[in-house]
């Protein structure tokens, strides 16, 4: 009862105009930078991090949760309408986002990703208030083999992705995970793979890389269509402005209770465990959702169950970096590492004391996380009328004015003409890959997961030269048996589409 009055007093606190107007501006920020590709929750809250430092702590923070929050949710809007994740985060929401948006739903599509992500960010604000301490236990069980067995897992569900061929599934991750090693060794910082080359001496950068992949890629095959008259109409993505009813987007979401609740967990399991992040939560949870779904054939088709795993486990994400930080001290990720940058500016240290020393702060985060999701909704329906007329304007412009902002994203990354040339590169080869068939979301997941592979699978060794830990230690001897149990049921499932697939053609024979 003590911790709901803490609670009800937290978000009491919030509503205090002083610090209301820090989250709605966070928000609002989150929304917009979440939106542009390229840009980043990140960058977005580096650029407002000086505004924080004449407040005070709390309102600092909630301007900055609200980035989070809104950042979390804004990255859908491109994905869906133009098959480009604004975030990371977005990935998996573009496999179903955009093929419906396409099909003449894009306000279905934005809207089912929207609620998605105010009810998955909800039901995680009660594991964020309730059970920080017992999930954070967990998490200290994990070392170098856990995370290394971890990853193997997040790979392994790779192969649920790519039903229709697993051999190139596979062949688009191992390209993914060759591109983490070039450049510099993460533990020994010697130079491997570079050919003595100074523009590969540092690696490829992993947003260049991302905003290559799938805009680039994405531009030129809709370019592509556009001489071809049976396909004008959908190389941009024009289509009517359907009438529909938010009542009928929620119960899309709540007739799929399982995954909605299943999806808000992965995300925050992993957002819980530090250097994951919410891209591999999001294609985590969209593995999930396909794995266990009546209907896997659907998915990436335009089908409702893949926008609400991806989305509802994004914002739970945000919970779980929370929960890291404010339990451990340790940033989840590099927007958490700027919170807590911010804490120390302001003399705050986060641990294991952080709640009991500092109560009316955290539960006033706490307080602020909850309160950021409304906010992201009014933001949505002001501003969402606009972003749906992006679904109108002609191909013509708007590949140019998308190539201009992904252009000013990657540069924008660390003020260098070599982020666009890796841009340039890294776009002609995901158009390669498109025209021969190979999917993107595996490569793009073996590089999010290749430089954390390695260095924990150099820890493990560095620790104890002992091979068998891996399977001994019981829970990454449990994480590497449901990596095993993926590999299983993605085979059974891909068989299983052979069969339906060569029995359909017999029955129009």
């Known amino acids: 009862m003590a911790m709901l009055e803490l609670l009800g007093a937290g978000v009491v606190n919030v509503l205090q105009w002083k610090y209301m107007l820090p989250l709605f501006l966070g928000t609002l920020a989150g929304v917009i930078g979440g939106s542009l590709p390229g840009f980043t929750i990140t960058l977005t809250v580096i650029v407002i991090l000086p505004f924080t430092y004449g407040l005070d702590p709390l309102a600092g923070l909630a301007a900055m949760t609200g980035v989070y929050v809104g950042g979390s949710t804004g990255g859908l809007i491109t994905a869906c309408l133009l098959g480009i994740p604004g975030t990371p985060s977005a990935i998996a929401t573009t496999f179903d986002g955009f093929p419906m948006a396409r099909n003449g739903e894009p306000g279905r599509a934005i809207w089912l990703g929207v609620w998605a992500s105010v009810w998955g960010g909800l039901l995680a604000a009660l594991f964020l208030v309730f059970l920080t301490a017992p999930l954070a236990a967990i998490a200290l069980e994990f070392g170098p083999w856990e995370y290394f067995s971890l990853f193997v897992l997040a790979m392994a569900m790779v192969a649920g992705l790519t039903e229709s061929s697993l051999l190139k599934g596979l062949i688009s991750t191992a390209i993914g995970l060759l591109i983490t090693v070039i ?11 570079t050919f003595g080359s100074p523009f590969i001496g540092g690696g490829f950068p992993f947003l260049p890389v991302l905003i290559g992949i799938f ?93 609400i795993a991806s989305e509802a486990s994004n914002n739970a994400n945000v919970s779980g970096s929370l929960m890291t930080i404010m339990a451990f001290g340790i940033p989840g990720d590099a927007v958490t590492a700027v919170m807590l940058g911010a804490m120390t500016i302001h003399g705050i240290q986060s641990g294991p004391l952080f709640v009991s020393q500092n109560p009316e702060l955290a539960y006033g985060i706490y307080g602020a996380y909850i309160l950021a999701h409304p906010l992201m909704l009014l933001i949505c329906f002001a501003c969402m009328p606009i972003m749906l007329r992006l679904t109108s304007v002609r191909l013509a412009l708007l590949a140019p004015i998308i190539m201009v902002l992904c252009v000013m994203g990657a540069y924008a990354l660390n003020s260098s003409m070599q982020s666009v040339y890796v841009l340039l590169i890294f776009g002609v080869v995901g158009y390669g890959l498109v025209k021969f068939g190979f999917p993107l979301a595996p490569l793009i997941l073996g590089l999010i997961l290749g430089d954390q592979i390695e260095i924990n699978l150099i820890r493990a060794i560095m620790t104890d030269s002992n091979l068998w830990l891996f399977i001994t230690r019981p829970i990454s001897g449990g994480l590497l048996l449901a990596a095993l149990l993926s590999v299983v049921l993605a085979i059974w499932q891909h068989l299983r589409h052979q069969k339906r697939t060569a029995g359909e053609e017999d029955t129009d024979f």
């Open 183 to 193: 450049g510099t060794d993460p533990i020994g910082s010697v130079q491997r793979f």
């Open 215 to 307: 805009a680039f890629a994405q531009i030129m095959t809709d370019i592509e269509k556009m001489g071809d008259a049976r396909t004008v109409a959908t190389g941009a993505i024009r289509s009517t402005f359907e009438r529909f009813s938010h009542w009928k987007v929620n119960l899309e979401i709540f007739f799929r209770p399982v995954v909605l609740l299943w999806s808000t967990i992965v995300g925050l399991i992993i957002g819980i465990l530090p250097a994951i992040g919410g891209s591999a939560s999001s294609v985590m949870a969209y593995d999930q959702a396909k794995k266990f779904s009546k209907t896997p054939e659907l998915f990436g088709t335009g089908h409702p169950e893949g926008i």
